[in-house]
Every structure is written in C-alpha cells, then in structure tokens.
C-alpha cells in the first residue's frame, strides 16, 4: 500500500521549533518530488516547502523562508520539515505528499497524500 505518514506535530510557543517527519511506505520518496503543504482553517491549502530527488530544496511561502527547511533520509525512506521561530500564523494542518520528478507545488501534480499533523503555534 503506497502511504505517507506525518507525525510531529503539537503545540508549541510562539519562538519555538518543531520537527516534522513524513515517512513513505510502499515506494521509495528518494525518486520523487516531496512537498509539504499547509491548510489553515478557513484558508486554502497552501504549499510550503518541496525537496527534489537530488535534494535541492524549493520555497513557495515568502513567510517562511529563513525559518523552515527540509532534510530527506532516505535510508529511513522519511523526509523532515524543521519549523523554527514559529509564528502564530504557522498554525494550520500540515501535510506531506508525493509528486513529480520536478520541483512543483501544484497541488494537482501530488498523488498521495499524508493524512496531516496539527501544529498550532500558541502562548
């Protein structure tokens, strides 16, 4: 069964970190396009960051760059999304998915979706 399961989320301070982690059964994530997304209540889900088959990594939220980042370890077939200096406005459900060999956060172009982790950003 090809899956993807998010785990990491919580509550956390405002200024604090969080790691998030996306681990990839019944395929290899090292082939592909990983991207995570972000939906906020009442908002559209949005794309965050997205890290090719080579490790090259793709911002698409200005609001996030210098904050986050993705790692990939593909001995554990898993992908990582390190949230630092967190903002309240980072609350949302964020998801990871699979998508193509190139760099995109089309969300049609994403063919197997986790089933999202909650992070909310709180004092």
């Known amino acids: 069964q090809l899956q993807l399961v998010e785990s990491g989320g919580g509550l956390v301070q405002p200024g604090g970190s969080l790691r998030l982690s996306c681990s990839a059964s019944g395929f290899f994530l090292g082939y592909y396009t990983i991207g995570w997304f972000r939906q906020a209540p009442g908002k559209e889900r949005e794309g965050v960051l997205c890290?090719?088959?080579?490790?090259?990594?793709?911002g698409y939220v200005d609001s996030v760059k210098g904050r986050f980042t993705m790692s990939r370890d593909n001995a554990k077939n898993t992908v990582y999304l390190q949230m630092n200096s967190l903002k309240p406005e980072d609350t949302a459900v964020y998801y990871c998915?699979?998508?193509?060999?190139?760099?995109?956060?089309?969300?049609?172009?994403?063919?197997?979706w986790g089933q999202g982790t909650q992070v909310t950003v709180s004092s």
């Open positions: 998915a699979r998508g193509p060999l190139r760099a995109t956060m089309t969300l049609s172009e994403y063919d197997i």
């Open positions: 890290i090719g088959p080579s490790g090259g990594i793709t």
